[in-house]
Structure formats: structure tokens, C-alpha cells
């Protein structure tokens, strides 16, 4: 049974930091899977925030470039989004994506002062 958990969600003021982390159980091979991060903003769609491939490639959409990074650890078979310089605007629940397959049931991150 395959599995994705995120965490490290929670209240920051603007400016501030958050790593948020994606634990997966039960996905074969996952080293080969192109991982990703979205979010869906109060009352908004999900959409793509950040992308990693198997071979350690990144893509990000513009809002977030400079200011997010995605990580990858397929020892551990987990994958990370650390968020910098947090803005009002990037509140929302953020989902992990083993792209094309499985996801992550969100976690919140709220960006207020």
C-alpha cells in the first residue's frame, strides 16, 4: 500500500521560513519518479508549485523561484520543499506528488502577521 505524508506545515509570519517534508512508504522504485509539490489556495485550484526529476533536475513556477527549493532523498525515499521569504500569498494546503501516480492528503501553510 502506497503512502505519502507531508509535514511541516503550520502558522509564519511573512518573511519567515518553512521545510515541509513528504515521507512515502510503498512506492517501487522510487528514485526513477519525477516528484513534485502542489498547493490549492482557499477557494482556488491545485497547482504545480515545484518539480524534481530522477536525475536531480528542478523546476519551479515563477512566483515561488528563488524563494522555494525542492529536494530529493531516495535513501530515505522522501522529498523536501524548503520555503524562504514566505509571502501572504503562498498560504495554502500543499500536496506532494509522485507525478503521475500517488498523492499526499496536504498540509496547511498559513502566512500571516
Known amino acids: 500500500q502506497v503512502e505519502l505524508v507531508e509535514s511541516g506545515g503550520g502558522l509564519v509570519q511573512p518573511g519567515g521560513s518553512l521545510r515541509l517534508s513528504c515521507a512515502t512508504s510503498?512506492?517501487?522504485?522510487?528514485?526513477?519518479?519525477?516528484l513534485a509539490w502542489y498547493r490549492q489556495p482557499p477557494g482556488k485550484q491545485r497547482d504545480l508549485v515545484a518539480t524534481i526529476n530522477s536525475n536531480g533536475w528542478t523546476n519551479y513556477i515563477a512566483s515561488v523561484k528563488g524563494r522555494f527549493t525542492i529536494s530529493r532523498d531516495d535513501a530515505k525515499k522522501t522529498f523536501d520543499l524548503q520555503m524562504n521569504a514566505l509571502k501572504p500569498e503562498d498560504t495554502a494546503v500543499y500536496y506532494c506528488?509522485?507525478?503521475?501516480?500517488?498523492w499526499g492528503r496536504g498540509t496547511q501553510v498559513t502566512v500571516d502577521g
Open positions: 510503498g512506492v517501487l522504485l522510487f528514485s526513477g519518479h519525477a
Open positions: 506528488h509522485v507525478m503521475g501516480s500517488y
